[in-house]
Structure formats: C-alpha cells, structure tokens
C-alpha cells in the first residue's frame, strides 16, 4: 500500500542541510581551536549512557525526571540517550585511568545530546554541545579559565555582544543550612505558589529561585541569598574566582538567582546570554563547578569544573548577526560524457581526483543541460568527453570563467588541474 503522507523527521530534530554545513563545521572549528590552545585534548564519549549515570545529573530535575530518553532495556541493563556530556565524561575520566594522569585533564568533546523538550526556537531534541571539562583540579583558576575559554570561543566566531551571569551555590557544608533558610522563607508563601513550585519547596528548593512563574517573581527579592551564606572556603573560593574575573578583564554580573537546571553543581555557576536576552532558553553557554559528581558516580571524590555551549544556538546568531561562509563547490571539475562513455569518464573522474574534487554527470540528457549543471555546481572546469576524443585517450579541457577550451591527454590532466 503506498503512503499517503511521506515520512517526516522526528519532531523537535533537525537536518543540517550542506548550505548551513559550513557555519556549523566553523563553529566546531573554533570551538576545537581555542580548545587546543587552553591545552585541552579532545575526548570522545558514546551516547548512551546507562540510566544510572544519567540519573546522578539529578533525579529531581527536568533533564531526568521528564525529559530523559530511556531506551527499551537490554539485558541487564536500563539505558539512555545522553541529555548532557559531563557525566560520561567523568565516567570515561576513571573508567579510562586519567585520573592517574597529569592532574587536571583538561577535555573537550563536540556532540549530540538528546533531551524530550518541548520544541521551539534554540530548543531541540537533538542538539550539539562544546563541552569542555577540567578534571581533578580545585583551584578557583581553572572555574576563571574555563569561563575565559567559553568568552573566546564566543567572541571567535564573532559574537561580542554578550552578558555572563555569574553566581556561587556553596558546597554539601554550607548548603543544606542555607536551604533550610530558603524553605523556612517560602513555606509561609506555599499557597501563592505554582503547583511546581509548591513541590520544588520541598524536593529542590534552590529551583525556586529561577521560577519564571510571574507570581513568583516579587518573592525573590526578599529570598535570603546564598552568597551571603557560603562557608569560609566557599567564600573564599567565590572570592577567588572573580578576582581572577576582574584580573583578565572579563565583565560578569552576580546573578543570585542563577542556579543551574542540574544538581550535580557546588560553588561557581555561570551562564553566557546574548546581550539583551535573559531567560534558561536563551543560554548560549553554561556550566560550573561539580566537586560531588565523582563520588556521586561511585568514584573516588575528585572536584571538576566546566561547561556546555549550545552549538545550534550559537550557528543560528551567527546567521542572524549576517555571517556567512561562502560554500565551496562540491566538485572543482565536472566531467561530462557526451554519449554513451560511463566506463571513460569515471576513468577520467579517477585520474583528476589526484588533484582536485570531481564529479560525473552520467545522466543522459543534452550536452547543453549537462554543461548548464556544470555551472550550477560552481565547477572551476569541465572536462568533455566525445567518443572520437576519447577512443585517443583525449578530452575537452574547458576552463568555465574564461570559456577558453583545449585537447589534453588524460595523463596530461592533472598537471594542467594542480
Ligand atoms: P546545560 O545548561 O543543560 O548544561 O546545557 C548547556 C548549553 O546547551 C545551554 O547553555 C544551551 O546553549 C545548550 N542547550 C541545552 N539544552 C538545549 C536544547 N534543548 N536545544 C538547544 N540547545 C540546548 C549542561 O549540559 C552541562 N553539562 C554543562 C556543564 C559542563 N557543566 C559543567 N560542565
């Protein structure tokens, strides 16, 4: 039975289609290149993960409790499509001995992660992370360095108008009294609260603080802020952290609302917006610092620090901000038989693929259609093949800016295309 309606792609995922190719490979260039040159190695990691280590993201936020694709079990195992890379990169950090290597590894890993959201504009199903990771160090440096290695990737690709919201959430000592205080604040509220929110109150009441529900907002004002109640080390490392901001230059705002969607975080979070912009949705990069995954994931406690761009969000303002990466044609040289002369022609395509891209037109339609393909290609030459040219082992070089047109030997054919 045909179909009446043809296949569509999944809602919420996306084609890259070859014109918006080379946006996306310059944003990835970029990212690899200041990657590299803060002395971080590529790390790739799969993307599925079993339920386990996704879930130490945190049970109780959106990333796991709703937007998690849990694939079918196999075997004894309950497995999931990555929503988010640090975890597997913390993983593959141990699993594969870098924790006995030279402390911190630095990492990088460009790929896929998958979350079931509701899809809209910069929210995707399927999106494309630059994570970069520093493992195994604690000093407030690396929180400074990865978000100076997030500015410059920014900026490389040409964004400038930025804003970078910066704020600490404590650790597992000075946490837990704060979130009392939170609770002991808003439980008086808990009938003017969304039914969210009235769940977070107990579950996750850190997550109060980002609500965008509208009759939320005018409580935050008067919510006690952690900042101002960090223990000694965790003031002293927020301290830290923007001295070394301000030494580099880098403007931030404190954000005492910011508190990231997952729960792995202690100390430093931040997140870059487009100037202008506020609101999760629009993020372009975020991270922080997580001292309790590791021991979360059952290895020995070691502190790391990093963060995520959004590599969809970041190629969409690059075209919106008119940049533009001229294509390349798909073939430097077409080549064209002119009659029935397959096996020559991919015998000539074979021979200048030495030197330059080519492509056969082995359709049979009109020389003139062929050549109006050619074009259409943006190929630099053409080269002609016509069964008494070619019985010689000859053919037509045609150079297609000036029309200038001479008899080569197939052998002479790269030397002429270098
Ligand atoms: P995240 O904030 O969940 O953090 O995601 C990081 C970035 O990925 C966001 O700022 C945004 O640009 C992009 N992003 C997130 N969800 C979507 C989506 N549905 N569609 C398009 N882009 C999206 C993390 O994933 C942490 N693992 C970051 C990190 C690394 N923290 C420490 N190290």
Redesign the pocket.
């Known amino acids: 039975m045909p179909r009446t309606e043809p296949i569509k792609a999944a809602r919420g995922v996306r084609d890259i289609l070859p014109a918006a190719i080379p946006l996306w490979r310059q944003a990835e260039q970029e990212a690899a290149a200041v990657a590299k040159r803060f002395g971080y190695e590529e790390i790739a990691t799969p993307v599925i993960e079993q339920v386990e280590l996704v879930e130490r993201v945190g049970e109780q936020t959106d990333?796991v409790a709703k937007e998690l694709y849990r694939l079918d079990k196999r075997g004894s195992q309950n497995l999931a499509l990555r929503p988010?890379?640090?975890a597997g990169v913390v993983r593959a950090y141990f699993e594969g001995g870098l924790n006995q290597g030279p402390q911190p590894s630095r990492l990088y890993l460009i790929g896929p992660?998958f979350?079931h959201?509701k899809p809209q504009k910069?929210?995707?199903?399927q999106?494309f992370?630059f994570?970069v990771?520093a493992i195994g160090g604690a000093s407030p440096g690396f929180d400074a360095e990865v978000i100076e290695l997030a500015l410059s990737w920014l900026n490389d690709v040409g964004l400038q108008d930025l804003r970078l919201e910066l704020n600490s959430i404590g650790d597992g000592k000075c946490r837990p009294a704060y979130l009392e205080r939170l609770k002991d604040y808003y439980r008086p509220l808990k009938s003017h609260l969304h039914a969210d929110s009235q769940l977070r109150l107990e579950r996750n009441p850190l997550r109060l603080l980002d609500s965008k529900v509208p009759q939320e907002q005018p409580f935050k004002a008067d919510a006690p802020k952690i900042t101002e109640h960090l223990c000694d080390e965790c003031a002293a490392h927020w301290a830290d952290v923007r001295r070394l901001l301000d030494a580099a230059g880098i403007a931030y705002q404190l954000n005492p609302y910011l508190v990231?969607?997952?729960d792995y975080y202690t100390r430093t979070v931040f997140?870059f917006y487009p100037g202008g912009a506020s609101g999760q949705q629009d993020?372009?990069?975020?991270?922080?610092r997580?001292d309790g995954l590791a021991a979360a994931e059952g290895w020995p406690s070691t502190p790391g620090?990093?963060?995520?761009?959004?590599v969809?969000?970041v190629v969409e303002l690059m075209a919106a901000s008119g940049q533009e990466v001229i294509a390349k044609p798909a073939a430097d040289v077409v080549v064209i038989p002119d009659g029935e002369l397959s096996i020559e022609a991919a015998e000539v395509a074979r021979i200048c693929r030495a030197v330059r891209s080519v492509a056969v037109d082995y359709e049979t339609r009109s020389l003139r259609a062929k050549m109006k393909w050619a074009n259409k290609l943006g190929a630099k030459w053409v080269v002609l093949l016509t069964p008494d040219v070619a019985k010689r082992r000859a053919a037509q070089l045609r150079e297609m800016t000036s029309g200038e047109q001479t008899e080569l030997d197939w052998v002479e054919l790269p030397t002429r295309l270098a």
Do not use: H, I, K
């Not at 910069?122 to 199903?125: F, I, L, Q, V």
């Not at 620090?305 to 959004?310: D, E, I, P, Q, S």
């Open positions: 990333t988010e890379a640090t992660m979350r959201d910069g929210r995707y199903r999106f992370q994570n990771e990231r969607g997952l997140e993020a372009l990069a975020s991270g922080g997580y620090v990093g963060f995520a761009g959004g969809d969000r």
